[in-house]
């Protein structure tokens, strides 16, 4: 059976086909020529127009929160203009007679590590995503849980700070706007005015900077702060780190240094460990939901 998969982002969509043996291929990126839910769905439906006649079916993992069973997208969290309210799965099913099915981003990417990357060999993880924000998913089994509304695992949101920055969600203090990618780099700008992005803050790092070392450092142990408590709640045997500054070997490594130490004796056998499929994780994850429904209905 194929699939056609697509990981729909703030400015990004990306699409593939799987094919259950011969794994992805035809990867494509499609930034968009004109933002909001009309630029999406002119690009999904080129795409389903041009694979039609080859797919048994479409698996979406996009951002923002979703109603997963009703493929409907709830909020719109990066703020993609009028695609909160879009029915992906009922106006496609209806179009094209064939099974869609729609996960968010960190569910989809956090199925795919389960399945194919590094949570291979776990049934339980917790995976994290750490970039503009920082995303969560909960792995009970190989599969995501979702808790009551389908919106479990959103730890980016729980408080590491009291009366901290006031986050997009209304609260004060999220582990967020703390521990992502994007607060790394903001700390780091200014320190030195000249770095933009993740990777400008390692440019700097391997070059010996050792003002932007101390501000890595002291992202790291907010790091520490959630992990912390994730490990105390689920006592998972493995954390994944999603989010491209997490292949940076020394992150990963005082992330397990660090949290050995700051956690109780009877959890320190967890393993901290980087995403393996990098960016087609959410593609990987989204086929591979589609074809368990698909054959689940049969
Ligand atoms: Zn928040």
């Known amino acids: 059976m194929r699939i056609l998969a697509f990981?729909?982002?703030?400015t990004l969509i990306k699409s593939a086909i799987v094919d259950e043996d011969k794994g992805l291929?035809?990867?494509e990126e499609h930034s968009y020529p004109e933002p909001g839910r009309d630029g999406i769905l002119n690009i999904l439906e080129n795409r389903i127009d041009y694979y039609n006649s080859e797919i048994d079916g479409i698996g979406i993992?996009?951002?923002?929160?979703?109603?997963e069973e009703k493929g409907v997208i709830i909020l719109s969290s990066n703020g993609i203009p009028?695609?909160?309210g879009t029915k992906l799965k009922e106006m496609y099913e209806l179009k094209y007679n064939k099974p869609v099915w729609v996960l968010n981003d960190v569910n989809a990417a956090a199925l795919g590590e389960a399945h194919f990357g590094a949570g291979k060999v776990y049934n339980d993880f917790i995976c994290l995503t750490y970039g503009t924000g920082v995303g969560g998913a909960i792995v009970i089994n190989?599969?995501?849980?979702?808790?009551k509304n389908g919106f479990a695992g959103e730890i980016g949101h729980t408080v590491t700070h009291l009366n901290g920055k006031k986050c997009v969600c209304g609260l004060y203090g999220c582990y967020n706007d703390y521990a992502s990618t994007k607060a790394l780099v903001e700390n780091c700008s200014q320190v030195?005015?000249?770095i933009k992005n993740g990777k400008d803050v390692f440019?700097?790092?391997?070059?010996?900077?050792?003002k932007i070392k101390e501000q890595i450092d002291i992202w790291i142990d907010e790091i520490i702060y959630g992990l912390v408590t994730v490990v105390h709640i689920f006592n998972p045997p493995a954390i994944i780190l999603g989010g491209g500054i997490m292949r940076q070997e020394y992150i990963i490594d005082e992330i397990n240094n660090r949290l050995k130490n700051s956690i109780l004796s009877g959890y320190r056998d967890v393993v901290v460990l980087p995403?393996?499929?990098?960016n087609s994780a959410g593609l990987m994850g989204a086929s591979y939901n589609t074809l368990r429904r698909k054959c689940e209905k049969k």
């Open 7 to 10: 990981d729909i982002g703030g």
């Open 25 to 27: 291929f035809n990867l």
């Open 192 to 194: 030195d005015f000249s």
């Open 275 to 278: 995403a393996m499929l990098g």
């Open 61 to 67: 993992s996009t951002a923002g929160l979703v109603d």
């Open 82 to 84: 009028n695609y909160t």
């Open 142 to 147: 190989k599969q995501v849980y979702g808790g």
């Open 203 to 210: 440019d700097a790092f391997s070059k010996g900077d050792i």
